[in-house]
């Protein structure tokens, strides 16, 4: 299969209470200044590595149908094993799956899939502290994010962890010690596209 069939594509957030770090890069292993935002007091302060102020990235992709039979449990359980090797390789614990996150984040990889973007925003509007909270999960400090998607590769799944590991914003939250529960959502298309969408918190 030639190069130019293969895309791959992910985004990291995370949030301590109210900071939020986002990273974005393509297959060309490019990669865009870190961007960050802090709340204090009420007012927002933003900047990235040229001291701009960062824009919400939203990656247009065309819309999908979901493959209904795609087996998506053992998918996001072999993701999950592995991000957890990763923690344990180095020292860390392993992060707890938790259903309700599990859910968050499958619902956001089916909204990108099916209606065709790529974006830690959400179809209301809501990043992934927001997006918890609608769904009745606010009982945490902290709580990030990390999604990826891909197309034409044999192993998707390894190849968006292996991706993550490379990029420093999503390896921060990959090896956090700070996280404790995790939940993990795949949405998988008849067009070959896979669509990852991973949660963490802590409370």
């Known amino acids: 299969?030639?190069?130019?069939?293969?895309?791959?594509?992910?985004?990291?957030?995370?949030?301590?209470?109210?900071?939020?770090?986002?990273?974005?890069?393509?297959?060309?292993e490019k990669r865009a200044p870190e961007r960050g935002v802090r709340y204090i007091s009420g007012?927002?302060?933003?900047?990235?590595?040229?001291?701009?102020?960062?824009?919400?990235q939203t990656i247009a992709l065309e819309r999908s149908e979901l493959k209904l039979d795609a087996d998506s449990a053992n998918l996001e359980k072999e993701t999950f094993d592995l991000i957890n090797l990763?923690?344990?390789?180095?020292?860390?614990k392993e992060?707890?799956?938790?259903?309700?996150?599990?859910?968050?984040?499958?619902?956001?990889s089916e909204n990108m899939a099916v209606y065709g973007f790529f974006s830690h925003i959400g179809l209301n509007g809501r990043l992934v502290d927001r997006r918890a909270a609608d769904s009745g999960i606010?009982?945490?400090q902290g709580i990030g994010e990390n999604i990826?998607?891909?197309k034409g590769f044999a192993n998707p799944t390894s190849l968006a962890v292996e991706r993550w590991m490379l990029s420093a914003g999503h390896k921060l939250n990959?090896?956090?010690?700070?996280?404790?529960?995790?939940?993990?959502?795949i949405a998988v298309?008849?067009?070959g596209k896979y669509f990852f969408t991973q949660i963490f918190i802590f409370r």
């Open 1 to 28: 299969m030639k190069n130019s069939s293969h895309v791959i594509a992910f985004l990291s957030a995370f949030f301590f209470l109210s900071l939020s770090i986002p990273a974005y890069s393509q297959a060309s």
């Open 43 to 56: 007012k927002a302060k933003a900047s990235n590595s040229n001291g701009h102020a960062p824009k919400k």
């Open 86 to 92: 990763r923690r344990l390789e180095r020292g860390l």
């Open 95 to 108: 992060l707890k799956w938790s259903d309700e996150l599990a859910d968050l984040a499958r619902t956001h």
């Open 138 to 140: 606010d009982k945490w």
């Open 148 to 150: 990826a998607f891909n």
């Open 174 to 185: 990959l090896l956090d010690s700070r996280w404790t529960e995790s939940g993990l959502g």
């Open 189 to 191: 298309t008849k067009d």
